[in-house]
Structure formats: C-alpha cells, structure tokens
C-alpha cells in the first residue's frame, strides 16, 4: 500500500515541476504592457544602417520581451532599388507590412508587389529578399522567433561602408541565416 502512494504521490508532483519550469520562462518575458512612440526605438536606440542597405531600425518589441519568441521593428528604408540578397532563414518565420512606399518581394520562385497596407509572410526555410522601389519607404518587420536577429541588426549598423561580399556571407551565417544568390534588381 505504501508503495502505491508513494508512485502516486511521485507522479502527481511531476507535472508541478514541469509547470514551474514553464512558469520560470513565463516569467522572464514582460508582466506589464508598454507603448514605443512612433520614430522611437524600445531602448532609445536607433540603427543607422550604412552598409547592405541605407536604413533606419527602431526596435519596437525586443526578444527580452517575449522570452525569445517574437521580434519586431520599424524600418525606414532610404535605399532606392536597393535591398538584401537572397537569402534564408532556417529556424524563423518572417513577415512585413508596408507603411510607406512600394516593394518587389521574392519568396521561393514568386515574386510579389507590395504597396502601403500590404502584408507579406516568408516562412522559415525558403529562400528570400526584397527590393524597394521608391525613394523612402516604411516597413513593420516581425521575426518569430526572435533568433538572433537583434545583434545582427546591431552589428550591420557598425558597417559606415558596404562590406565584401565575404563578410557579407560570414555576418549572416554568424546570425543563423544563409545568402542563397544576390540582391533582387528592381524591374
């Protein structure tokens, strides 16, 4: 008989310690709401990219919120028919929603045109870039999960100069990413 409690009494504790596992992870991502004002960064910091593409990169929602699950930022992009090279992301799913200006997206083998209130998904795995097509543009850009997209966006911004395509490759690969083929060109 007290075999059986004792079984019982061990197996009912089980899922309490994996809930307060769970509950710690829980725990470490924001407990309290917050606002980002329009043209400011989560941490008062903003990127100015020089390098691949001219942009500007506010934080708006970090991973430290969202336990490593989700970021998202704002992008001004002042790189006309410019953008990144194709490329992947193995372990993100992506999307952007066009605020201002207009885009040419290439997911896989399709190529969409973006316009102001459009939205786009890249799922995790196949390949992708853009090319923006007017002289400024405005982009909300979420990533999920976050990986390590935040210290890539930090260490692109330290570029004042457009790196070799060598380091271009090292950078993203260091970030979890992989460049598949060359920027989109604008049509």
Known sequence: MKRRVFIWTALSAYPLSVFAKLSSKIMSSSLKGFKVNSGEDRFNAHSEMMGVTSNILDLKISSNDTNGQLSVFEQTGLTYKGGPPLHI????????????????????????????????????????????????????????????????????????????????????????????GPPLKAE
């Open 89 to 180: 992301h193995p372990n993100q799913d992506e999307f952007f929603y066009v605020i201002e200006g207009e885009y040419i997206y290439q997911v896989g083998e399709d190529k969409y045109n973006l316009k102001a209130g459009d939205t786009i998904f890249l799922p995790r795995g196949i390949p992708h870039a853009f090319v923006q097509l007017k002289e400024k543009g405005k982009l909300l850009v979420g990533y999920q999960p976050s990986g390590k997209m935040e210290d890539f966006f930090r260490k692109t911004a330290d570029w004042t100069s457009p790196p070799s395509q060598e380091e271009i490759i090292r950078v993203f690969a260091d970030h979890d990413m992989k460049v598949v």
